[in-house]
């Protein structure tokens, strides 16, 4: 069984650039999950969507973060304008329906210059 | 505000030995709890536990739940230099439209060999 796969697995982009971000989950898996996570922290919540409902997105600072999962299966993200801050592991994950196991991609290590 | 708080923050044991990971939570709506490790890259799923008192095994590691106590403990016996991770516990919050997982901050276990 294939599992999580998101891509870039790294991007280094300028502050003030757009940057974007894929994920495709495990097949069959309605519930996905976007996490940031910062050096030395465990992931946070940014977005959960059931198939192709965000269902919590309140922790998704909406002036700059947007996503999407069109047909209910593969998900972007998306950060315009990029900031400093912004710098960390973005991953994503899925599971089968809410509260069971989630399996995780490898992330995406975004650099922000 | 949901807590999750690890300990030790950092481990460093020698091969052979047998270590103890704790974990405290204070969560609202409290449903199960989970365990991952964390190597370079994705959280891999170790164990959800639901019920108190409990012993969930797999192999060499094996974590046990005390709900009135609200703490959770994994333990990995005749560590191994492969067991060298970050272990990330994370209670399920179930409020209804804010179901997550709350991440603590992880343990660094380190096996030297």
């Known amino acids: 069984e294939a599992g999580v796969v998101q891509s870039p697995r790294y991007k280094i982009i300028e502050k003030k650039q757009p940057v974007a971000f894929w994920c495709n989950p495990i097949?069959?898996?309605?519930?996905l999950y976007w996490y940031l996570q910062n050096l030395g922290q465990g992931p946070e919540l940014l977005i959960r969507?059931?198939?192709?409902?965000?269902?919590?997105d309140s922790q998704l600072p909406k002036d700059r973060f947007s996503a999407e999962r069109l047909k209910g299966v593969d998900s972007t993200l998306k950060i315009q304008p990029a900031e400093l801050g912004d710098s960390a592991v973005y991953l994503c994950?899925?599971?089968?329906?809410?509260?069971?196991?989630?399996?995780f991609g490898p992330g995406t290590r975004l650099t922000v210059l | 505000e949901d807590k999750v708080v690890q300990s030790p923050l950092s481990l460093v044991v020698h091969e052979g030995d047998t270590v103890t990971l704790n974990c405290s939570y204070e969560?609202?709506?409290?449903?199960?709890l989970l365990w991952y490790k964390q190597e370079k890259k994705a959280p891999t799923f170790l164990f959800m536990l639901?019920?108190?008192?409990i012993e969930k095994k797999s192999g060499r590691l094996s974590s046990i739940l005390d709900k009135k106590e609200l703490f959770s403990i994994l333990n990995i016996t005749a560590t191994q230099t492969g067991d060298s991770a970050v272990y990330l516990c994370?209670?399920?919050?179930?409020?209804?439209?804010?179901?997550?997982?709350?991440f603590g901050t992880g343990t660094r276990l380190t096996i030297i060999p």
């Open positions: 994370a209670p399920w919050n179930t409020n209804f439209g804010n179901e997550k997982l709350t």
């Open positions: 097949s069959g898996h309605n519930t």
């Open positions: 639901t019920s108190s008192g």
């Open positions: 994950a899925s599971s089968f329906g809410l509260y069971n196991e989630q399996f």
């Open positions: 969560v609202t709506n409290f449903r199960s």
């Open positions: 969507y059931e198939n192709e409902e965000a269902v919590d």
